[in-house]
């Protein structure tokens, strides 16, 4: 089955800095790609995502980027803000297995005033 | 708000017991997904159901089961709990089976076995 890992697992940046967090994943089948933020106490929510056949998607200071060959995604913010602080999950689902997501590990990040 | 409600938010219970937790999918969303989050073990698929039917397995124990009803709403039943149990339990819903559809998180159940 599919096995995502991700790093770092914490991540400590200065507001208006940049963070950038990085997912790899084995399943060669794998062709949606979703970002999820955890604030505590609640769920995990949807922030962006991105598909196979796109190598990069932005929206506004969040991107993720996609290299299917080494088989690797990243979710970058630029201009963090302490309300960016929690943790951040990435995951992957392959085409044939349904809507079934495997998570990364989580990162937390922590946006220091 | 997702629109995907979960009760109870909280639940304390002793080992040996059983414990029925509640999902309500967003409305229109026919996709029901467990899933349990540990310390030890990250975010972990369990089980998805498709307009009443069993659709997709993940590591789900063979203590806990599923289903999910005509109106759409899905329980999970937890029995003989052990301490290792202890975790917080997510419903998420997505409008139907196709890969890639967006599935949105309810507030989770935090489960306490002692």
């Known amino acids: 089955g599919e096995n995502v890992e991700q790093h770092p697992s914490t991540l400590s940046v200065q507001e208006g800095d940049s963070a950038v967090i990085k997912c790899t994943y084995s399943?060669?089948?794998?062709?949606?790609f979703p970002w999820y933020k955890q604030e505590l106490g609640k769920g995990p929510q949807l922030i962006i995502d991105?598909?196979?056949?796109?190598g990069e998607k932005k929206d506004q200071r969040i991107a993720v980027t996609l290299n299917k060959t080494a088989k690797h995604f990243s979710l970058h913010i630029t201009e963090t803000q302490p309300e960016d602080s929690a943790v951040y999950f990435c995951?992957?689902?392959?085409?044939?297995?349904?809507?079934?997501?495997?998570f990364g590990g989580g990162t937390r990040l922590m946006v220091k005033p | 708000d997702s629109g995907v409600t979960q009760t109870p938010k909280h639940l304390i219970t002793a080992t040996g017991q059983r414990v029925t937790l509640r999902c309500s999918p967003r409305?229109?969303?026919?996709?029901v997904y467990w899933y349990q989050q540990s310390l030890d073990q990250g975010l972990q698929f369990l089980i998805q159901?498709?307009?009443?039917?069993?659709?997709a397995k993940g590591n789900i124990l063979e203590r806990f089961s599923a289903q999910q009803f005509p109106d759409l709403h899905s329980e999970l039943n937890l029995s003989s709990l052990e301490l290792g149990d202890s975790a917080l339990y997510f419903c998420?819903?997505?409008?139907?089976?196709?890969?890639?559809?967006?599935?949105?998180f309810g507030p989770g159940t935090r489960l306490l076995v002692l």
């Open positions: 998420a819903s997505s409008a139907g089976l196709v890969s890639g559809e967006t599935q949105y």
């Open positions: 399943d060669s089948a794998s062709n949606y």
């Open positions: 991105i598909r196979s056949n796109v």
């Open positions: 995951a992957a689902a392959p085409y044939n297995a349904g809507n079934m997501l495997t």
């Open positions: 409305s229109g969303d026919l996709s």
């Open positions: 159901y498709y307009n009443g039917e069993e659709r």
